[in-house]
């Protein structure tokens, strides 16, 4: 994307990205949120424009490591008690809403 990002960033692109992301946006707001995405976009093209050969990835910046425990199960419920308090079922199953396409979110 270029420098003028705002221009190629279009009103139906931030529809889509509000539609994926479930959101109603006004047209006012369309625009708003047109300008707003467009300047994030420009500035993470400035940061893929930077120089950073002999830089070392930084992957914590307090220089500790995390924890790597080993992958243990915890406690867990029975099927039976997680039956009773799942909002729907089929047994040995709990029923989940849709969430691809137009499934209306988790």
Do not use: C, H, W
């Not at 976009?41 to 940061?47: D, E, H, I, K, N």
């Not at 950073?52 to 425990?69: C, I, S």
């Amino acid at each position: 994307m270029s420098a003028d990002a705002e221009k190629t960033l279009s009103a139906e692109y931030v529809r889509k990205v509000a539609a994926l992301s479930r959101l109603a946006l006004t047209d006012a707001q369309v625009e708003q949120y047109r300008g707003q995405l467009s300047g994030v976009l420009g500035y993470v093209q400035r940061l893929r424009e930077l120089n950073l050969d002999g830089v070392e990835p930084l992957a914590n910046v307090g220089g500790e490591t995390n924890r790597l425990d080993d992958d243990v199960p915890g406690p867990t419920l029975s099927n039976e008690a997680l039956m009773k308090i799942a909002p729907e079922s089929m047994p040995p199953f709990v029923k989940v809403p849709k969430v691809f396409g137009d499934g209306g979110g988790a």
